[in-house]
C-alpha cells in the first residue's frame, strides 16, 4: 500500500486523532494526540488495508529542554502488505504518562518497560511496569537529558563494575 492511500485512509477514518503527519524519504510518520493511541494503534493492526501487526520498536524522545515535551515513537511493520509506519506521541513532561498498548501488541511490554525505565515514561494500564535494565535502586532516568552526567551511581552498580574489573 502506497503512502498516499495510507494517508487518505487515517485521514477519513481517524480525523480527531491525528495532530499532522509527515513523509521523509518515504517513510509516513503521523503524530497521534495521546488521548487516542489506543484507538489509533488498534486501527493500525486490526484494519485489513493496513495489517500492522508487528511493532517492531517502540521508545522515548525527550525534547523537554526545546519543546517541553516528551515523545514515544511506534515502529509498525506490516509484515503481508511489506510497509512501515511511524506514529508520534507528544507526552507533557509535567505528566509524562500515556496508555499501554500492551493489549494490541504483546511484544510492547518489554519495549515500554524500557522506555519507563530509561526515561520515565508511565504507561498506564501496563500488566507489570517496573524497570527493566537499570536496578531497583537507581535513581532517575539514565536517557533523560537533564540526568547529571558526572555522579555517583548507587552502590549496587558501583559493586558489579568492581565484581568485573577483579
Known amino acids: 500500500m502506497n503512502n498516499d492511500l495510507i494517508i487518505t485512509l487515517i ?5 480527531e486523532a491525528i495532530i499532522g503527519y509527515h513523509e521523509f524519504r518515504g517513510e509516513l510518520t503521523f503524530v497521534v494526540k495521546k488521548e487516542q493511541i489506543t484507538q489509533v494503534a488498534e486501527f493500525f493492526k486490526k484494519n485489513t488495508e493496513l495489517d ?8 522515548g524522545v525527550d525534547k523537554v529542554e526545546t519543546e517541553g515535551i516528551f515523545e514515544v515513537v511506534y515502529h509498525l511493520y506490516s509484515i503481508r ?3 512501515r509506519v511511524r506514529l508520534k506521541v507528544p507526552i507533557p513532561a509535567g505528566n ?5 498498548v500492551t493489549d494490541i501488541w504483546r511484544t510492547a511490554n518489554w519495549h515500554e518497560r ?5 526515561f520515565g515514561i508511565r504507561f498506564q494500564g501496563h500488566p507489570d511496569l517496573r524497570k527493566i535494565l537499570m536496578p531497583e535502586d537507581f535513581e532517575g532516568h539514565p536517557l533523560r537529558k537533564d540526568y547529571p552526567i558526572h555522579g555517583r551511581q548507587p552502590a549496587t552498580l558501583r559493586n558489579v563494575y568492581r565484581k568485573d574489573e577483579a
Not at 11 to 15: A, D, E, G
Open 114 to 118: 524500557e522506555t519507563y525505565d530509561m
Open 96 to 100: 509524562p504518562t500515556v496508555s499501554t
Open 52 to 59: 500492522c501487526s508487528y511493532l517492531s520498536d517502540l521508545c
Open 11 to 15: 485521514k477519513s477514518s481517524l480525523p
Open 81 to 83: 502488505k511489506k510497509h
